[in-house]
């Protein structure tokens, strides 16, 4: 069974259309972009749970890119936390101590949207600002393919978690994920 349930994938290097522009940006980077697999979707039917029921992709094939941001001495420090959908980053215990912050938590819609040149729902690890961090929870890192967003909310795609652990930034990150 396709990560990507009952939709057929495309090359998504061929189709600049189904992706926001900084993922099209970091995909023209990649040395071996043909692994990432882009699929229209119903915008509707972008956020994971209906997503995965409409096409009838596995839940625990899908993975969640979340913005979180903290302060430290008036700096705001920024990174994103790539996990399973079937879990939840730690975000106030695992990743509020990479970023070295006070407290941390998720970055309001409105800037993690101005920030990442990505549409709401359809954030994702390719594409992210320079000098963020990406912390990505092990079984992410594992996976053959996992399905994620593609910085728009008409098209997901499926991508390698060696791909994903090949992006600027990235860092694989034990007990970063928790059960739901």
């Known amino acids: 069974m396709s990560v990507l349930g009952s939709l057929t994938p495309l090359p998504a290097a061929d189709h600049p259309e189904l992706l926001a ?28 749970a209906a997503f995965c029921e409409a096409y009838s992709s596995p839940p625990e094939f899908s993975a969640n890119c979340v913005v979180v941001s903290g302060k430290r001495s008036g700096e705001v420090r920024y990174a994103a936390c790539l996990v399973l959908a079937t879990t939840r980053a730690d975000v106030n215990g695992v990743v509020k101590r990479r970023l070295d912050v006070r407290k941390a ?8 949207v101005e920030l990442t040149g990505m549409e709401y729902g359809g954030i994702t690890p390719l594409g992210l600002p320079e000098g963020w961090p990406l912390l990505i929870a092990p079984e992410v890192a594992a996976a053959e393919a996992v399905v994620v967003g593609s910085g728009i909310r008409g098209s997901k795609l499926a991508v390698p978690g060696a791909v994903l652990t090949a992006l600027p930034g990235a860092e694989v990150v034990e007990d970063l994920a928790r059960p739901a």
């Open 21 to 48: 522009e900084p993922v099209v940006k970091a995909l023209s980077r990649l040395p071996d972009a043909s692994g990432v697999l882009v699929a229209e979707i119903d915008p509707d039917l972008a956020d994971t």
């Open 105 to 112: 938590s998720f970055a309001p819609m409105d800037e993690a």
